[in-house]
């Protein structure tokens, strides 16, 4: 998956705390999403970026907040982890300028919070 | 609302044919996708299929759309232990920013 890269890959955390998760392009595409996979449930969009300073909720945005402050990055955060939150996290992005342009995924990052 | 749905599991043998199916609800998605995710990876585009068709052929793999009952096939001619993947159907809703709603994704195993 070149051209999308997430960190870290792998990350434990307790429950309360706090981490940011970065996702970082280089194709230089306007939107950029953060997806959330759990087994059975396929993939939950988190939320979602149209463009540097600009971010929008998803499907279930509860307890994550994010930010686009410059273009090839888009960072998750959590500010106080549950167990809820235990899942693989995806960033995609693409050029958005056609209803058929393809989503780009980075490999993924596996947070578990005990 | 919106809601596309999967048959979880599908095993075949090897030099068989796969047929994977899915139903989606949005009668305005203008096009349907399939996305494959190989183990420890994010997810990659295989075939896409815009809306006002009712088949798309690409080598091994053939797409069947039916608008009326909202129903969206991928068939995979041939299958080898390579297509051993998790393959999800997904639709672009009315409301833009290609914000695409997946299934829950079907996982295929290719048995010799």
């Known amino acids: 998956n070149a051209g999308v890269t997430q960190t870290p890959k792998f990350r434990v955390l307790k429950t309360g705390q706090s981490m940011t998760l970065l996702c970082a392009q280089d194709m230089n595409h306007e939107y950029m999403y953060w997806y959330r996979q759990d087994p059975g449930m396929g993939l939950r969009l988190i939320h979602y970026?149209?463009?540097?300073?600009?971010?929008a909720k998803g499907e279930v945005p509860d307890g994550y907040n994010v930010s686009r402050l410059k273009k090839q990055n888009f960072l998750l955060g959590l500010e106080s982890a549950a167990p809820s939150q235990t899942s693989v996290y995806f960033c995609?992005?693409?050029?958005?300028?056609?209803?058929?342009?393809?989503?780009?995924f980075g490999n993924g990052t596996r947070l578990t919070v005990t | 609302g919106e809601d596309v749905e999967q048959s979880l599991f599908l095993s075949v043998r090897e030099g068989d044919s796969s047929v994977i199916n899915c139903t989606y609800t949005d009668s305005s998605s203008t096009y349907l996708y399939w996305y494959k995710q190989e183990p420890g990876a994010g997810l990659q585009l295989l075939t896409y299929?815009?809306?006002?068709?009712d088949m798309k052929q690409d080598q091994r793999l053939t797409v069947l759309l039916n608008k009326k009952d909202k129903h969206l096939s991928l068939r995979i001619a041939d299958t080898q232990t390579g297509d051993s993947a998790i393959y999800f159907c997904a639709e672009i809703p009315s409301g833009g920013y290609n914000k695409l709603i997946f299934g829950a994704g079907t996982r295929l195993a290719v048995h010799p």
């Open positions: 970026s149209v463009g540097e300073g600009t971010t």
């Open positions: 995609a992005v693409s050029t958005g300028k056609t209803a058929n342009s393809p989503l780009h």
């Open positions: 299929i815009f809306s006002n068709m």
